[in-house]
């Protein structure tokens, strides 16, 4: 008979009113293997804290980790697991599963061919495997049952799997597999960081090549011709700087695709540690102890978003918000507040332009932005000295960092200081995320590179000219617009009333979902979840007028949250529906979809307060 068995984990993780002590127990023990693997900067090392963690999770005796070999792959073991970390296996076991084909019988096998997670309770029990060398190396090892769990990425291929045994036949507990989905999680994760860091290097050493190419066909070309050295020394020279800006552009595409990914697991991690937040507040705690994690909780979840949010905004992956304003009133509008950072010994003027100049951008990130370059000019300037901030059109955006310029029309807004100025190195540098001149402590690094993101995400881009000891000045493009047209009567006040009505929850995420379920409930809405988006249809099919809102995430495997509000908005045009997530590239990607977006990580209030907007709206 065959015992072997697929676990669903939408099932393993029931609602519950409230945490018990084991509930509060796995939270600090998850919070320990999460510090300790994002401490771990060793790839190796990283992998077997991975596989010890779910050894002691499962209380297992043996633990391995494998990497799944891209189809096509020149090594010629495509579509094979290869083994990159293991516990309690012996020599000939690691060289007999150092390479895992399709067709062997595993656990992590099974799990290959359906893409979802494979138990075994018991080897000897599997008719399957009865007479092969696979039963014969396990009985060798000594391993009697296992269980496998896929490690796929955010976008949902499989990147590959993580698998514990056991001496003895058994079957892992709801406990462990709950807790097993979110180590995978996190382990996925970091394997896709430590692939995309992989592929940076991988292009840095090719670079290093080109350069060395380049510099072997010099001496070549010179000892052809001496008579055209000069010309050869000119030519060679121009390669060699285009290299450089190629180079410069790539390494800040493949950063940014980093943080995306880096920003978009940290957000995920905020809205867990909201939930453990609010599950915390137990009568049972002593007042001190429950207040302390509280404030921390709080206060790490508060810098945690401020960091995303820069890192996104660098990584042009932040959901924006356009709108269009005149640039020269917005300007205005913040010049008291530009005053105050900048401090009373800089004389601040502001130039706005004669004409309105209006530009469809995120407002919210657009002064941001004018805050972030008037505190690196105050900065340069040591608190003293002149800064202009002027706004006027341009007809055309000048060729920036290699890249070619664009016809206009555009709006600028440039920032001049008195300051030192920049040298060419910090020049070259002075956009990449974390980079600062500043002592430790004094800056973060993220916020010029926030400018940078906001212009290339608004369809611009930004230039600095500078000099040491002459100053700099920091002009930002953003594409020129035609006037709105006015708004024909203004937004209701909002009226105070009781939360009501019944929501349908669509959010993959067991643990967030049912953090979501429990926030509407005490807010007096009537709670439905389900785990993806053709459920969601499933259920409005049936019962579509028993709903008031739908609560949706946008990252699930499927229908994405964003298709699936189409669909609600084609087939239930009456049906409020609210977005939420920590990072999409459909949003990034789609500024104008025309629905809600709350981002994670979210309070209660925030949650009231946009879907008290969503009715109103309706």
């Known amino acids: 008979m065959l015992d072997a068995f697929y676990a669903d984990p939408s099932k393993l993780a029931p609602g519950r009113a409230a945490a018990s002590d084991d509930d509060l127990a796995d939270i600090e023990f998850l919070h320990g293997i999460s510090v300790e693997l994002i401490g771990e900067h060793d790839r190796l090392e990283l992998y077997g804290k991975i596989v010890d963690a779910a050894v002691s999770i499962t209380r297992s005796q043996f633990g391995t980790m494998q990497l799944l070999c891209p189809q096509g792959d020149p090594s010629g073991h495509g579509g094979e697991l290869q083994l990159l970390a293991y516990r309690g296996l012996p020599p000939e076991a690691v060289a007999f599963w150092g390479w895992v084909t399709p067709s ?34 396990f009985r060798r090892t000594g391993i009697r049952a296992a269980q496998t769990t896929p490690l796929r990425s955010r976008d949902g291929s499989l990147l590959g799997m993580i698998s514990t045994h056991w001496s003895q036949a058994h079957s892992p507990s709801e406990r462990d597999l709950r807790l097993l989905d979110i180590l995978a999680r996190q382990a996925a994760d970091l394997l896709e960081r430590t692939i995309a860091e992989e592929s940076l290097r991988a292009r840095e050493r090719e670079l290093a090549s080109t350069v060395t190419a380049l510099r072997t066909a010099e001496g070549e070309l010179r000892q052809l011709n001496e008579t055209l050295e000069t010309h050869v020394q000119e030519r060679t020279n121009a390669l060699l700087a285009a290299e450089g800006q190629v180079r410069q552009m790539q390494k800040l595409e493949a950063i940014g695709q980093l943080t995306g990914g880096v920003a978009h697991d940290f957000n995920n991690l905020l809205t867990v540690i909201r939930s453990s937040a609010e599950l915390l507040r137990r009568p049972s705690l002593p007042e001190a102890k429950r207040e302390r994690y509280l404030d921390a909780i709080a206060e790490t979840a508060d810098r945690a978003a401020k960091l995303t949010a820069q890192l996104l905004a660098f990584a042009r992956r932040q959901t924006l918000k356009p709108t269009t304003f005149d640039v020269g009133a917005r300007i205005a509008s913040v010049a008291d507040m530009l005053g105050a950072i900048v401090g009373g ?53 000048p060729a920036l960092r290699g890249q070619g310029g664009h016809e206009g029309p555009f709006v600028a807004v440039s920032i001049t200081d008195t300051g030192s100025g920049m040298s060419p190195r910090v020049l070259d540098q002075i956009f990449e ?27 611009g881009d930004v230039d600095v000219e500078s000099r040491e000891g002459e100053g700099s000045t920091f002009t930002l493009y953003l594409p020129q617009v035609d006037a709105p047209a006015e708004a024909a009567a203004a937004d209701a006040v909002e009226t105070a009333a009781d939360e009501h009505g019944a929501i349908l929850i669509v959010e993959d995420n067991a643990e967030v979902g049912d953090f979501a379920r429990q926030l509407l409930e005490d807010l007096g809405y009537e709670t439905c979840l389900v785990a993806n988006g053709q459920r969601a249809i499933a259920v409005l099919e049936e019962r579509g007028d028993a709903f008031d809102y739908v609560f949706t995430d946008v990252v699930m495997p499927g229908i994405s949250g964003l298709e699936l509000a189409r669909r609600i908005r084609s087939r239930w045009p009456g049906l409020p529906v609210v977005l939420t997530s920590g990072y999409s590239q459909v949003l990034a990607d789609d500024a104008h979809h025309g629905f809600p977006v709350l981002q994670k990580p979210y309070a209660i209030g925030e949650l009231g307060r946009m879907l008290r907007s969503a009715r109103r709206a309706r």
């Open 433 to 459: 995320p974390f980079f600062t001149t500043k002592d430790v402590g004094k800056g973060t690094g993220l916020g010029l590179s926030q400018v940078f993101g906001f212009a290339k995400q608004s369809g």
């Open 104 to 137: 062997a019988h595993s656990s992590c096998t099974m799990a290959l061919r359906s893409g979802r997670r494979a138990v075994i309770p018991d080897y000897e029990d599997w008719d399957e495997i009865a007479g092969t060398e696979d039963l014969q190396a």
């Open 345 to 397: 010994r800089i004389r601040l003027t502001v130039e706005p332009s004669l004409a309105p100049c209006f530009v469809e951008a995120d407002a919210s990130q657009f002064e941001t932005a004018l805050v972030n370059m008037a505190v690196n000019a105050r900065d340069a300037m040591d608190g003293d000295g002149d800064l202009v901030i002027r706004a006027y059109e341009a007809a055309s955006l």
